[in-house]
């Protein structure tokens, strides 16, 4: 268990639709970032928050958002859902926002979405 | 953009065995993860090496790094059922890459009894 928390594991949902995925980070982390794995497209980054602020962006889509909450806790908006945005949703964290100072990223267990 | 490329695609072996998956960059490593993943499941990490010449072990896992901090290795010693799994190489770009990570394809390692 790394102590990265993710809801909810599962969610089918159908074109068009709209999601909310959400992320608890590991005690005492304050960077949060999400990746998407899918089969074609491998992990790929999304987008990183550090201490409530955008860090880094990643080929995150414009129909997809993120926030960080001053409780550290994020959420990924996934918005007019296509059958390609089927896929593993991944939330990571670590305690620095990334720097000189190498910090190892924790995963959460993922959220697996599928769009029908 | 930083690639990784991961080699062997996939990897079967006879418990016992050892084995090595390679990782070459296309770029300079700043900070190179290893990770393993089970089907649908959640990333866990292995080590991250950021010295070039840097050897990381755990138990029966040994990683490189080599000098030209662009290729690392994983190398697994008397492969047990347990080590059977999905292999991500990661990579820090450095820079205002920083924190973010790339990876490669992945090596799916199945290990018979």
């Known amino acids: 268990d790394s102590g990265v928390t993710q809801t909810p594991k599962h969610l089918i949902t159908a074109t068009g639709q709209r999601v909310t995925l959400r992320c608890s980070p590991r005690?005492?982390?304050?960077?949060v970032y999400w990746y998407q794995q899918s089969l074609d497209q491998g992990l790929q980054f999304l987008i990183q928050?550090?201490?409530?602020?955008?860090?880094a962006k990643g080929n995150i889509l414009e129909r997809f958002s993120a926030q960080q909450f001053p409780d550290l806790h994020s959420e990924l908006n996934l918005s007019s859902l296509e059958l390609g945005d089927s896929a593993l949703y991944f939330c990571?964290?670590?305690?620095?926002?990334?720097?000189?100072?190498?910090?190892?990223?924790?995963f959460g267990p993922g959220t697996r979405l599928t769009v029908l | 953009s930083q690639e990784l490329e991961q080699s062997p695609q996939s990897l079967i072996v006879q418990e016992g065995k050892n084995l090595t998956i390679n990782c070459t960059s296309s770029?300079?490593?700043?900070?190179l993860y290893w990770y393993k993943q089970k089907y649908g499941e959640g990333l866990i990490f292995l080590m991250m090496?950021?010295?070039?010449?840097e050897e990381k072990s755990h138990e029966k896992i040994t990683a490189k790094l080599d000098e030209k901090k662009q290729q690392s290795s994983l190398h697994i010693t008397a492969s047990q059922p347990s080590h059977a799994g999905i292999y991500l190489c990661?990579?820090?770009?450095?820079?205002?890459?920083?924190?973010?990570?790339?990876f490669g394809q992945g090596t799916i390692l199945t290990v018979h009894p």
């Open positions: 090496l950021q010295k070039g010449g």
């Open positions: 770029k300079t490593l700043y900070g």
């Open positions: 005690s005492g982390d304050l960077s």
């Open positions: 990571a964290s670590s305690v620095d926002p990334g720097g000189l100072q190498k910090d190892t990223q924790y």
């Open positions: 928050y550090y201490n409530g602020e955008e860090r």
């Open positions: 990661g990579a820090d770009g450095g820079g205002t890459s920083y924190g973010k990570l790339t």
